[in-house]
């Protein structure tokens, strides 16, 4: 059947409509395509000639500028400074061993440093550069840069490096940086690509490496054409890191420069702190170390000397070491007793040199014994015998318990290497650790700080702050980061009676104040300034029967490592409590003669911000503490400091 006229025409215009849109859409893809075809081959001709020839674009990172570390006062503690070193690119040197003749003619070269850059230029690619010589003066650089036409593939280079100008002061508490390691990497989960950068200096220990992100910052980046080869060809853009931040640490960089003279060579260790901020005024640890020799790389013998002394300059004793408190913790156990109403302070215990218990004596240090003493005359004349009494009646859980709430037993948060949680046991403990059922004689030596019982003097510190406040004071080592005041480690008040607390604090006046006291020969004679303390003095050996029927022997005449450690805790002033400072002296003997003047002397020079005048010492002690501080302002180095600005 023959289709109508109308219909074939409509048809016809259906399929030239379709045919034109189809043609145009072929018109403009081969338009666009040829568009692309132009800007690929005419506008990006020399980008895409040079990758025709095998080159590319790689981006490099940019290590970023670490914070520096800051004083509460401004003091810079850790800082960047240039660090100026001469590379060498084997493939542009040419005659390799030549190009080294002619360097070491202008600038003197270590042997040493030279044969472990053959070293490392044997193993890498002759293209990459090559630290030939580092730490090297502005003025070798100028001889180098000046002489460049006729030294071939040497490069002059600028970098960064830490610097601790307080030197030894604040070893233990900053710790160092060092170039990362494959044990670094190993200990990092995914390690950030910057991590990888040579020589890329990170935190190994202390502050610099517990805040180690904070200081470290953000690296940047650059984009650079190499060519197949991987040879750079030059740099295309780049785009900044960020800055580490700047920490300011609550220390006082004098205080504690003087901390650490006062602690001179013997073995041990000092802590102040604010009873107000809980801010660590001052935390030392001695002997010390210099810091600096690790970040340029500390000698074999250098580092073997510091590995062999007996007195262990490495350990930071404020916060890893741990020791039976001794005397010192007498406060908790009367404290516990107070708190339970088992004892009263008029309640006295009579002392005959020994407490029977279990068919056991337990010995007080005075062989004769004290007689009937109450809770201040236990304290004041630090009797034993009252301890055990008063401890076997309230038990060891609340002991325990208390301590805890003082702040023993307890890890506190700071950013410090190695910080030891200490020990206040408990029955559980006991049978949980040794699977042992508690016994008393355990009480009776946890009583007096003996026993499984350990703090460090960062634990003892606090617990002297709680003690002289009534609130839960906590360390604080940070106090802002880029300006940004820290949390305040004030506290809160303690779940205690406040006359309780009154009792022990008058009973530490008696210790320091009242000449049959154990500390009176380290008083402060200041009114406005009277101390509080508590000596104490922990063994570290066994007294046999026989010995103590013979005599016991004397400190003096024990090899140092078997002699007992010295302790002393005090605040001051006593109406007002301002800081609350801990000593411990390892194997120093009596607490009373080793700890408690270093710790008096500490005190002086923190209430005065600075030298103290002679009137606030005893008469006898002026002609020694005269020539000791006149010996200090002589050994005393210039402080480093930022543009002057008080930061605190």
Known sequence: MKRPPRDVEGTHRKLSRRALL???????????????????????????????????????????????????????????IPLYRIIIVREDAGDVDKVISDLSKLVALDPEEVERARAEMRRSPPFLPVTLAERVTW?????????????????????????????????????????????????????????????FQIGKVGVEAKRERQLRGKAGAKRVEVNATGRVMRELDRREGQQGADLQLSVDAELQEYVQARLGDESASAVVIDCETGDLRAISSAPTFDPNLFVRGISVADYRALTEDKYRPLANKTV????????????????????????????????????????????????????????????????????????????????????????????????????????????DWKSRVHGQDWLVGDTANASIGQGYMLASPLQLAVMTARLATGRSVSPRLVKSINGVEQTSGAGETIDVN????????????????????????????????????????????????????????????LPWERRDHALFVCFAPYDNPKYAVSVVVEHGGGGSKAAAPVARDIMLQALFGGTPPLEAYPRKDRGRIEAQQERMKRERRPRARTDGKDRA
Request: proline content about 6%; aromatic content about 8%; some cysteine.
């Open 498 to 557: 406040e006359n309780n607390l009154r009792k022990l604090r008058r009973a530490m006046f008696s210790v320091s104040n009242d000449r049959r006291g154990t500390a009176y020969g380290s008083r402060i004679i200041e009114d406005a300034f009277r101390l509080a303390g508590k000596t104490g003095t922990s063994q570290v050996r066994n007294i046999t029967a026989a010995e103590r029927a013979a005599g016991v022997i004397r400190n003096a005449d």
């Open 320 to 427: 890893q070491g741990t020791y039976p408190p001794g005397s010192t913790f007498k406060m908790i156990t009367a404290l516990a007793a107070l708190e339970a109403g088992i004892v009263g302070p008029d309640d006295t215990v009579y002392c005959r040199g020994y407490l029977e218990v279990s068919s056991r004596r337990f010995h007080c240090w005075k062989r004769g014994g004290h007689g009937h003493v109450d809770l201040l005359n236990s304290l004041k004349r630090s009797c034993d015998v009252y301890y055990y009494d008063v401890a076997l009646k309230v038990g060891i859980d609340r002991i325990s318990e208390m301590a805890r709430k003082f702040g023993l037993g307890v890890r506190h948060d700071l950013p410090m290497s190695a910080v030891a949680s200490g020990l206040a046991p408990n029955r």
């Open 22 to 80: 189809l043609g145009g859409m072929q018109a403009a893809f081969i338009g666009g395509l040829a568009m692309r075809m132009r800007y690929m081959q005419v506008d990006q001709a020399d980008q895409f000639r040079l990758l025709a020839e095998e080159n590319r674009v790689n981006i490099r990172l940019i290590p970023p500028t670490r914070g520096e570390v800051f004083d509460r006062n401004g003091a810079i503690l850790g800082q960047n």
């Open 139 to 199: 003025d070798d650089i100028s001889k180098v840069a000046v002489n460049a036409p006729a030294l071939p593939g040497i490069t002059p280079e600028v970098g960064l490096t830490r610097v601790y100008p307080q030197g030894p002061d604040f070893a233990h508490v900053l710790g160092y940086v060092g170039p990362v390691s494959d044990y670094d990497l190993s200990q990092i989960e995914d390690p950030e690509p910057v991590l990888r950068i040579p020589r």
